[in-house]
């Protein structure tokens, strides 16, 4: 089992080192090695994505990253800003399921702006497709007619696009509550009426799971008013890119969630959901949480080690109950510690 260590820039390294003290921990036979993305290869090597890191990408079974970006790179030419080193590993391993788990740990219910009673307990999964729609979709651009600039893009999805990722999200569901609720536009755009289309058969494959569909604005809505209505949500990847950033935020807590993006073939890239905040880089008080429990996921979906995966989550848990806190998250009365604390403490309780 190998798997490539992309640390990356700001506290990248930092939640890295930690989440890969966790993986070592355990009794499990992995080869990891490091490599260069983001700014920091830029600096090396003057590309974000480098020849070396995309051969051991390639040749692992799954790749580890911390998070990329920061401002001392803003300023470069777009196609070098550490950023496209992301984008471009993406598209390179065809990673199109975008997996993002919205969790709410009891101890943590006050760190939400909601109220308790509408987020405690919270435990759903996005699942954002993440190769196609209209990011992608050609012709784009900005163009001169009558006199004036006109932008336009073109969302655009293919049957087997819509398919796979339907079948990412029922199988998702049947090792959880068994509910998938597609998300998308049908009253207005045809190729979101083509996705309900093509997920209603899908959904024919998974009799065990419960298939709803919702449409984009009354999703975004739900997602404050009763979130814990959903199980899976599945979607396209400008809808996802925008209702998984609102779910994460309904847990208040960024240095809490992983993410998982996978190919078809289980081959994944785990990060979490965070990016590099170089505002708090090199201070050693960074939560590395998201990153451990990113490693669980990778031990799940790519491994199929799920007692491994279970064993981690477990820990996390029992490191919040124990009141121990990275600053995201602290409030009166818990434990302060840093990134490297926050990793002995899941180490001790693994
Ligand atoms: P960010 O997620 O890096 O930070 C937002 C806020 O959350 C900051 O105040 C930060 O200190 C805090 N935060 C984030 N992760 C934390 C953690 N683990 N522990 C404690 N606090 C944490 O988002 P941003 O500030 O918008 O972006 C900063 C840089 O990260 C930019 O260059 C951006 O392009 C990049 N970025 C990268 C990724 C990625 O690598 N996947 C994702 C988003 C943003």
């Known amino acids: 089992m190998k798997i490539c260590v992309l640390p990356g820039d700001g506290i990248g390294p930092e939640i890295i080192a930690q989440a890969v003290r966790v993986l070592s921990s355990l009794d499990l036979k992995f080869e990891l090695e490091e490599a260069l993305l983001g700014g920091a290869a830029v600096d090396a090597s003057g590309t974000p994505y480098p020849e070396a890191t995309q051969k051991l990408a390639r040749e692992a079974d799954a790749v580890l990253l911390g998070a990329v970006g920061g401002p001392q790179w803003d300023t470069l030419a777009r196609e070098i800003r550490p950023e496209r080193?992301?984008?471009?590993?993406?598209?390179?391993?065809?990673?199109?399921?975008?997996?993002?788990?919205?969790?709410?740990?009891?101890?943590?219910?006050?760190?939400?702006?909601?109220?308790?009673?509408?987020?405690?307990?919270?435990?759903?999964?996005?699942?954002?497709?993440?190769?196609?729609?209209?990011?992608?979709?050609?012709?784009?651009?900005?163009?001169?007619?009558?006199?004036?600039?006109?932008?336009?893009?073109?969302?655009?999805?293919?049957?087997?696009?819509?398919?796979?990722?339907?079948?990412?999200?029922?199988?998702?569901?049947?090792?959880?509550?068994?509910?998938?609720?597609?998300?998308?536009?049908?009253?207005?755009?045809?190729?979101?009426?083509?996705?309900?289309?093509?997920?209603?058969?899908?959904?024919?494959?998974?009799?065990?799971?419960?298939?709803?569909?919702?449409?984009?604005?009354?999703?975004?809505?739900?997602?404050?008013?009763?979130?814990?209505?959903?199980?899976?949500m599945v979607t396209g990847n400008m809808f996802g890119d925008i209702l998984s950033d609102e779910a994460s935020m309904l847990t208040g807590s960024i240095g809490m969630l992983p993410s998982a993006s996978l190919d078809d073939k289980q081959k994944g890239l785990y990060e979490p959901s965070h990016g590099s905040a170089p505002d708090i880089a090199g201070q050693g008080i960074a939560n590395p949480l998201a990153t451990i429990l990113s490693v669980a996921m990778m031990l799940r979906y790519t491994f199929g080690l799920e007692e491994q995966a279970l064993r981690i989550e477990a820990a996390v848990k029992k490191v919040l109950a124990q009141g121990f806190r990275t600053g995201d998250i602290y409030e009166r009365g818990t434990s302060r510690v840093g990134t490297r604390e926050m990793g002995d403490a899941v180490l001790a309780a693994l």
Not at 99 to 128: C, H, M
């Open 85 to 232: 080193g992301l984008l471009g590993i993406r598209k390179d391993l065809n990673l199109f399921a975008n997996l993002r788990p919205a969790i709410l740990y009891p101890e943590l219910a006050n760190a939400s702006t909601l109220k308790p009673e509408v987020v405690a307990g919270l435990d759903i999964l996005i699942i954002r497709e993440l190769t196609g729609d209209i990011y992608f979709g050609q012709p784009r651009g900005i163009r001169e007619e009558n006199g004036e600039r006109v932008g336009f893009n073109t969302m655009v999805y293919s049957e087997s696009e819509i398919r796979r990722i339907g079948h990412v999200a029922f199988a998702a569901a049947r090792k959880r509550d068994k509910r998938v609720c597609s998300v998308d536009k049908m009253n207005v755009l045809e190729c979101t009426q083509l996705w309900r289309d093509v997920m209603i058969e899908v959904a024919k494959d998974y009799p065990d799971v419960e298939l709803s569909h919702m449409l984009v604005d009354n999703a975004a809505m739900q997602l404050v008013k009763a979130p814990k209505q959903f199980d899976v």
